[in-house]
């Protein structure tokens, strides 16, 4: 080979080098672990800045079980798992899917009142152009696509956070579509939550929906955050999945702590709690 040969495919070899691609086009070199600071940093930049071009001024975050479906689809449910049920009666795990199926019908009441109540607040606040108590969801199905929905219904905008997930990380429909953000840390999609909210307003759910709770509820106890109503839908699943008055009898939290939150049973009533705790 001569040395002009030589040259040419080196040239060519330093060309297709990761090294030679400019940094923030190298995507290996973004996903390394050592970039996982600027990773973080990007996610909440792009969500802010976003949010500041369209204009939303305050939001009020709806979460909730991604199971909870409107009342057709969880009796669907229903009927299918009794279906494979009377195909082996005897089959233990199929008569839990029923009973679970069962338990998921007589939720599915939420996603009702979740799509009215973000009906109810997106038509009273997004009006004459403005961007008040926007909704905002993690982005995903059940009690969140209603709340997004509900906002769908009037034309209203609404926001989603999606997180990427093995399951479940495919947004809902109801999304205003500038408005659906995907993120890889659930630390920073978890700040972006908070960061403009005006209330919290949280349906029966899961692990991931206590998780959220909790969190709200330790930033409001020790101050770190700005004073916003924590509204709980449905006393009995809440009452059932966790004695608050307990924690206080122990000692572990002040009484005082459990005025952080209240309970409501239906959309106009927290809206009502949301709208007398901001004009105190």
């Known amino acids: 080979m001569t040395d002009d040969s030589a040259s040419r495919e080196n040239l060519q070899r330093i060309l297709q080098s990761p090294s030679y691609r400019v940094a923030y086009k190298d995507v290996a070199f973004l996903a390394s672990p050592e970039l996982r600071a600027a990773r973080m940093e990007l996610e909440l930049l792009k969500t802010e800045l976003t949010l500041k071009r369209e204009g939303i001024e305050s939001t009020i975050v709806v979460f909730g079980s991604t199971q909870i479906c ?27 899917a029923v009973a679970r199926a069962e338990r998921i019908a007589a939720k599915s009441q939420y996603y009702d009142l979740a799509r009215e109540f973000g009906r109810l607040v997106s038509s009273q606040c997004q009006i004459k152009g403005k961007c008040n108590y926007v909704i905002v969801t993690g982005g995903g199905p059940g009690i969140m696509e209603a ?39 659930f630390a920073i999609r978890k700040l972006h939550f908070l960061l403009r909210a005006k209330a919290l307003v ?16 330790t930033l409001r106890q020790t101050g770190r955050m ?55």
């Open 70 to 96: 409107e009342p057709a689809e969880a009796q669907r449910r229903v009927d299918r798992a009794r279906a494979n049920l009377n195909e082996r009666p005897d089959d233990v795990r199929r008569r839990r």
């Open 147 to 185: 709340a997004n929905r509900g906002a769908f219904d009037v034309g209203a905008k609404s926001i989603g956070l999606n997180i990427r997930l093995p399951k479940e990380q495919a947004p809902n429909p109801y999304i205003t579509p500038e408005l659906c953000f995907q993120f890889h840390y």
């Open 202 to 217: 949280v349906f029966p759910g899961g692990f991931g929906t206590l998780d959220e709770l909790f969190d709200a509820l």
């Open 226 to 280: 700005q004073d916003i109503p924590i509204i709980i839908i449905g006393r009995k699943y809440w009452e059932n999945t966790v004695h608050f008055p307990f924690l206080a009898d122990e000692g572990t939290v002040d009484d005082e702590d459990l005025d952080l939150f209240r309970f409501a049973d239906t959309p106009e009533e927290a809206w009502k709690a949301i709208q007398e705790f901001h004009r105190e």
